[in-house]
């Protein structure tokens, strides 16, 4: 089972100077294409961004019978969410939707009430998928559902990559066209996030 937890990716070194941004995948797959995509994005981000990859697996289903004694896999997850300055959120469509361990894991950080620990925190989505399509729709509910959370969210540019076995290789993107996309999608992001939350 998936540790829940902030893990530095090998490919960035952490610079107290770089924003802190957490990585959620929504896939709990191991060999998962958005996990590889996530894995990848450090090598197209701009040194302005530190990212760091926070496990969602871990956690139980959530229940509000336990928001007087929370779990201690989602105590880890709310403290990480909360070390980070803001989010990424790497999802599949499944069923024209989100997964259900993506929405499992939102319900989380915003319990018990008073407590949301992902609120205020920028946020961007990106996804990958075989399809012409990618995960645009599961893209959508998600938007609306960490909107509704009071995460503000990145709007426009979107990235909906289409997956195939030349996209990434050997932890980065290989294929020259996307690689330029998510470089400038990253650097948008960071204008995103910095505009928000000036230091």
């Not at 990480?80 to 069923?95: H, K």
């Amino acid at each position: 089972m998936s540790t829940v937890g902030p893990t530095v990716y090998e490919t960035t070194e952490f610079d107290m100077a770089a924003y802190r941004v957490g990585v959620i995948v929504g896939s709990l797959a191991a060999t998962s294409r958005n996990r590889r995509l996530a894995e990848a994005l450090p090598s197209v981000a701009p040194t302005s961004l530190s990212l760091e990859p926070i496990e969602i697996g871990g956690l139980p289903l959530y229940t509000y019978d336990l928001d007087d004694d929370l779990p201690a896999s989602a105590r880890i997850f709310k403290t990480a969410v909360e070390a980070c300055d803001g989010l990424i959120f790497v999802t599949p469509e499944y069923n024209r939707s989100i997964p259900a361990a993506l929405k499992n894991a939102i319900e989380w950080g915003t319990r018990p009430h008073g407590q949301n620990s992902l609120a205020g925190r920028p946020a961007c989505i990106i996804g990958t998928s075989p399809g012409k399509l990618s995960s645009a729709v599961a893209q959508a509910h998600l938007r609306v559902s960490l909107a509704s959370c009071g995460l503000p969210v990145m709007t426009s540019p979107e990235a909906y990559i289409q997956f195939s076995d030349e996209l990434i290789d050997d932890g980065e993107i290989a294929i020259e066209s996307s690689r330029r996309f998510l470089a400038s999608f990253m650097e948008s992001y960071a204008s995103f996030l910095t505009a928000l939350s000036p230091r």
